[in-house]
């Protein structure tokens, strides 16, 4: 299937992050935001519009769209008027986290449209990249342990069932929208044990082939957001 811009894994995703937006912002768990609910329905109504007009533009070079000029300028606007309540960390509110994750992706997306994937399986709308484990403990009563990672985008968290993760490995790790599991809010997933010894935190990984494992935790949070993919 040829790649075009309605799908495109970069710009399904920005719809996963506007529908994140749409539900998670009114929680204000911890937080709050300095626009009226009026405002923030038009800022978001607005977000979406141009967002669809990137979708159907059918262009090989989307990034040019002022569209997605447009998208930065609305989403660094809601972002501008979040605050977070003191020592509130995203790692502990799933609503928190999704936001910040939507708002990277969101401002990010310009940047990331081109080249186009050579698929349009969501799993290549993600960023890669290597991180260095820094502490990691057991999650009481399962399998599953709860890492702190430096990455590029400062400390996150993620849960794995890896048994063989150890403090000090670089691994590769799928920025993934923040999930709970094990009920510990997760903020990513391993690539398996395969070690990047020469790689600092935060390099970017490519992925060549698929990765059905990331591709099903995003069509199950399609699901959860009732989008259309």
């Given at each position: ?8 894994p ?13 539900q ?6 911890n ?25 159907y ?25 979040l ?7 995203p ?15 969101l ?17 290549f ?34 849960c ?11 691994l ?22 395969k ?20 591709r099903a ?13």
């Open positions: 299937m040829s790649i075009t811009t309605e799908n495109h970069r710009i399904q995703l920005a719809e996963l992050s506007y529908a994140m937006l749409q998670s912002l009114p929680k204000k768990t937080f709050k935001i300095r626009m009226d609910k009026n405002e923030l329905n038009k800022t978001l109504k607005k977000l979406y519009g141009h967002i669809q007009t990137l979708k533009c059918y262009l090989q070079t989307p990034s040019e769209l002022e569209d997605v000029s447009q998208i930065t300028s609305l989403v660094q606007s809601i972002k501008n008027a605050e977070i309540s003191p020592n509130t960390e790692q502990n509110n799933l609503h928190l986290a999704r936001i910040f994750w939507a708002f990277d992706y401002i990010s997306l310009k940047e990331n449209l081109e080249p186009f994937p050579p698929s349009s399986e969501l799993e709308g993600i960023d890669y990249e290597v991180v260095v484990i820094r502490n990691i403990a057991a999650i009481p009563k399962s399998e599953l342990f709860v890492t702190k990672v430096f990455s590029s985008k400062g400390e996150l968290q993620v794995t069932n890896l048994k063989t993760v150890k403090k000090g490995m670089h590769g790790v799928a920025l993934l929208p923040p999930a709970v599991v094990g009920g510990k809010v997760s903020q990513g997933m391993f690539l398996g044990t070690e990047y010894p020469n790689m600092d935190a935060g390099t970017a990984l490519e992925i060549k082939e698929p990765i059905p494992e990331v935790v995003l069509k199950n949070l399609f699901k959860e957001f009732k989008t259309t993919k």
